[in-house]
């Protein structure tokens, strides 16, 4: 298990004014130091923006152009590295990495948000978008998806929760389990043969084997056409290497660590109980990338050596996992499960005004944590605290149990 500093950890209570907002954690703000041109991608990698920073408004049509051309950029990419070889083999990297982003940022984001008949704002339109997506993209059929994710939003924590069933089923992370273990688990399942052929074979068996059989013969219908061309063609090898492998095994890696850090695992409720707003508000937390710059009073070569690691933990660590994991408005679920309905297409400022005008009608605070590993590490903390379930023997179809490459947000 990777030896994971807690310390970043923050509570933002709900009563901070915009004036009085930083804390010694919020290390957002100390980058205002840093160049006028950097900061809109400083505000994009570490989800914050600075105080006082103007922020254009974007609109869910916005989001979507983007995403069909980070997809289509990454495609590119990995096409022209896969073509020319030698060190242009290098862009496959960066052209995974698209091609993951976007493929995970139609489901966490677009899909999503139609499910929530929150993306044009028309329920009849945002359903069709949703079942044009899930078709291509071998995603469930979008209709039982929303109707799980409703149930999710009622409680993320719920025992038949999509997630709860893929932590305890395809990675075998239950209940009272140590915080040490879960990690040896996570590792272990990023790396395991079977365990991409079982979660692959639980999308494509969702997918291809839907109850929808509008679904279902669109879905064979894409595929059929698709696979003809690339036979075709003869273009097997590319097909392979730029499409296949990322949105299968790429793409299945970025999903498992951002389901593993996605939610705190509660209490179960008892009987028909329902969640309140407090404990409700205790199973999200706001995820922030990013590093405070360093000390400006250094001497020169002192700085000048932190700063060499300061831009390359940036360019290494913060911008590649902000891009394959925590796409889209991820870091801002915290916000999402407040407010379903909310302006989730500018939720970097949206989820701030809500803590600087008192988090109405929520007495709870935000919390944050800096880091996609501390996240996760919260997260098994709040499992390990957790009574072991007995879960009763069931029939339900395997592809019902491990069906969660589109269940996330």
Known sequence: MPNIDLSPKVEVKCSLSSESRTSQTDYRESMVKLPGF??????????????????????????LA?????????????????????????????????????????????????AHANFTRNRSLDRRLGQIISTILL?????????????????PSAVDDETVKFLRLLLGIREGMSVR?????????????????????????????????????????????VLTMVTLSSSWHI????????????????????????????????????????????????????????????????QL????WWYLRL??????????????????????????????????VARQQDIDAGCPSWNEPYREVAGLWAAIELAFQSISQQEPVVIAQTNEPVHKLYTVSAEEG
């Not at 995974?96 to 899909?111: C, D, E, H, K, P």
Request: net charge positive; glycine share 6%.
């Open 38 to 63: 950097m900061q809109g991608l400083l505000t994009w990698v570490t989800g914050k923006p600075l105080k006082g920073q103007l922020l254009q408004t974007k609109t869910p049509i916005y989001h």
């Open 66 to 114: 983007m995403v069909l051309t980070i997809s289509i950029v990454g495609t590119l990419l990995s096409i022209f590295a896969v073509l020319d070889r030698g060190v242009w083999l290098l862009l496959l990297l960066p052209g995974w990495i698209f091609t993951v982003s976007g493929a995970r940022q139609l489901q966490v984001v677009i899909v999503h948000h139609c």
């Open 139 to 155: 995603f469930r059929e979008f209709d039982g998806y929303q109707q799980d994710h409703i149930k999710h939003h009622a409680d």
């Open 181 to 225: 273990e879960q990690w040896q688990r996570l590792w272990l399942s990023l790396v395991s043969p079977i365990f991409h052929a079982q979660f692959l074979a639980a999308r494509l068996i969702s997918s291809l084997g839907s109850t929808s059989v509008t679904h279902r013969v669109l879905t064979w219908s894409s595929l059929i056409i």
């Open 239 to 302: 097909f392979l290497i730029v499409w296949v492998f990322p949105l299968t095994v790429l793409y299945q890696i970025s999903t498992t660590l951002r389901l593993c850090s996605e939610h705190l695992r509660l209490p179960p409720l008892k009987d028909n109980a329902r969640r309140d707003k407090q404990s409700y508000g205790q199973a999200t937390v706001g995820i922030f990338l990013g590093d405070p710059v360093p000390d400006f009073t250094l001497p020169f070569w002192s």
């Open 305 to 308: 050596q932190q700063w060499f």
């Open 315 to 348: 360019a290494l660590i913060h911008i590649p996992t902000r891009a394959f994991i925590l796409v889209g408005d991820c870091p801002h679920h915290d916000y999402h499960h407040r407010h379903p309905n909310g302006n989730w297409a500018n939720a970097t």
